[in-house]
């Protein structure tokens, strides 16, 4: 059974940085199709970004382009979310989802995805 954790995240000043990653126990996910989706309170879940499993190409929600960076750290079979320049409204729970069955796409659409972490907050505040 593939069990996703996240780690990172916190609180973060106006303007700052942080940087959530996702890695699941006894899996290698550098194959997997994966996504971050946030959940803020009161709101949807979205889906932020996403990297495919075949060639690692990336997908954005049009918000965090530019500030937002998804990838793999290969060698601990890892994924990470690298976030930029973050304001209030990137003030969420973020969850990490892999989709084992698509090879030369990935999704923003919860949908896909078959496996979900817990989730983490990240907080956005002065």
């Known amino acids: 059974q593939l069990q996703l954790v996240e780690y990172g995240g916190g609180f973060v000043q106006p303007g700052g940085s942080s940087r959530i990653s996702c890695e699941a126990s006894?899996?290698?996910?550098?194959?997997?199709?994966m996504a971050w989706f946030r959940q803020a309170p009161a709101k949807e879940r979205e889906g932020v970004a996403c990297i495919s499993g075949s060639d690692n190409q990336t997908y954005y929600l049009e918000s965090v382009k530019g500030r937002f960076t998804i990838g793999r750290d290969a060698a601990k079979g890892t994924v990470y979310l690298q976030m930029d320049n973050l304001g209030p409204d990137d003030t969420a729970v973020y969850s990490c989802?892999?989709?084992?069955?698509?090879?030369?796409?990935?999704?923003?659409?919860?949908?896909?995805?078959?496996?979900w972490g817990q989730g983490i907050q990240v907080t956005v505040s002065s």
């Open positions: 006894e899996f290698n996910l550098n194959y997997y199709a």
């Open positions: 989802a892999a989709d084992p069955w698509t090879t030369y796409m990935c999704y923003l659409r919860p949908s896909k995805y078959g496996y």
